[in-house]
């Protein structure tokens, strides 16, 4: 990975708890969707963030009250960041009407009005120009809040990203473009799909800055993340940063990754994990012992299950919602 290295930053217990409880709750909730997948209790598809937690985790840490968030699919991660509840997004993924979005629009299709979370979405590259057209609004209405757009290193070949580079770019924008770049677009890696090594870059035909960031390194991205923030609010136009990861996991539940090794995974497993890396430097910090992060993982962990428990309880949505949150009522 060619990357920027990050500015030195001030690792405290203040600064490090609250990325590593975040990182962990996300990696536990998805291995439990994963297991109420296999169980049958979670239909259609399902995207697991396991090996990405670090990315979120940093942007959300260095976002500010009204800012906004809107991703693809693979977006259970970016609800539990921003604070969405974990009833609430496990329910939605079994489809009870305890879920975000009333059981009806399940793993691709949760929003949440309250914690500015506007989906989730199916379609690959299709949530960036409703990125820009967020922050667009924001800026429409003069205040300094900033829209963080995700979507991965497949979609950046989709041609809608560019023309919303150059309308954003046009406009001055606040919006910062965050390419989750995985290596694998679905199950082909980058260097097969892409014709540029680093996919930021494609922003200077546009004039948009941007930056390369070591995705397995919660610090790291979120002092890019704050470069991009103070670059959006100062109304500088948009920002790019295009953070490189790791899918621990197949594309989807249906995917056995047949196209890469075992040893690979396991590699950046051993070497890069990003939680592991917070769980060193909270240890060798001596911010707190084996025995205080063991208590932590028993209390996520208590959270997750209720969460599946709380899934299972809510009931179905009634025939009847079918035909509801069809309309917007333009008169409320």
């Known amino acids: 990975m060619t990357v920027k290295k990050p500015k030195k930053i001030s690792v405290s217990k203040n600064d490090l708890m609250p990325l590593y409880r975040k990182m962990l709750l996300i990696r536990r909730f998805e291995e439990k969707a994963g297991q109420l997948y296999g169980m049958g209790l979670i239909g259609g598809f399902c995207h697991l963030y396991i090996g990405q937690e670090a990315v979120v985790v940093g942007l959300e840490a260095a976002a500010g009250e009204g800012d906004k968030r809107v991703t693809s699919y693979r977006d259970h991660g970016h609800m539990l960041a921003c604070g969405m509840d974990a009833n609430g997004v496990m329910a939605e993924l079994t489809g009870r009407s305890g879920g975000y979005s009333k059981g009806k629009g399940g793993s691709m299709h949760m929003f949440s009005k309250e914690k500015h979370f506007y989906g989730g979405h199916g379609i690959v590259g299709a949530q960036v120009p409703i990125g820009a057209g967020l922050a667009f609004a924001d800026k429409y209405k003069g205040n300094d809040n900033v829209t963080f757009t995700y979507f991965g290193d497949g979609a950046a070949n989709q041609g809608q990203v560019y023309e919303t580079f150059n309308m954003a770019a046009l406009w001055d924008l606040p919006v910062i473009f965050v390419i989750e770049n995985n290596q694998y677009a679905m199950g082909t890696s980058q260097q097969?799909?892409?014709?540029?090594?680093?996919?930021?870059?494609?922003?200077?035909?546009?004039?948009?800055?941007?930056?390369?960031?070591?995705?397995?390194?919660?610090?790291?991205?979120?002092?890019?993340?704050?470069?991009?923030?103070?670059?959006?609010?100062?109304?500088?136009?948009?920002?790019?940063?295009?953070?490189?990861?790791?899918?621990?996991?197949?594309?989807?539940?249906?995917?056995?990754?047949?196209?890469?090794?075992?040893?690979?995974?396991?590699?950046?497993?051993?070497?890069?994990?990003?939680?592991?890396?917070?769980?060193?430097?909270?240890?060798?910090?001596?911010?707190?012992?084996?025995d205080d992060l063991k208590l932590i993982d028993k209390e996520i962990k208590e959270i997750v299950n209720k969460s599946a428990d709380f899934a299972k309880e809510s009931p179905e949505p009634a025939s009847e919602d079918l035909w509801t949150d069809i309309y917007a009522d333009l008169e409320a």
Do not use: W
């Open 192 to 290: 097969r799909s892409t014709s540029s090594a680093e996919i930021y870059e494609r922003g200077h035909a546009f004039g948009i800055p941007g930056e390369a960031v070591d995705g397995m390194d919660v610090l790291a991205v979120k002092a890019a993340g704050q470069t991009a923030v103070k670059h959006c609010r100062s109304g500088k136009g948009p920002y790019i940063l295009e953070i490189k990861t790791y899918r621990y996991r197949g594309h989807s539940m249906s995917d056995p990754a047949k196209y890469r090794t075992r040893e690979e995974v396991q590699k950046i497993r051993e070497e890069k994990d990003a939680i592991q890396h917070i769980r060193d430097l909270l240890l060798t910090g001596e911010h707190c012992s084996e």
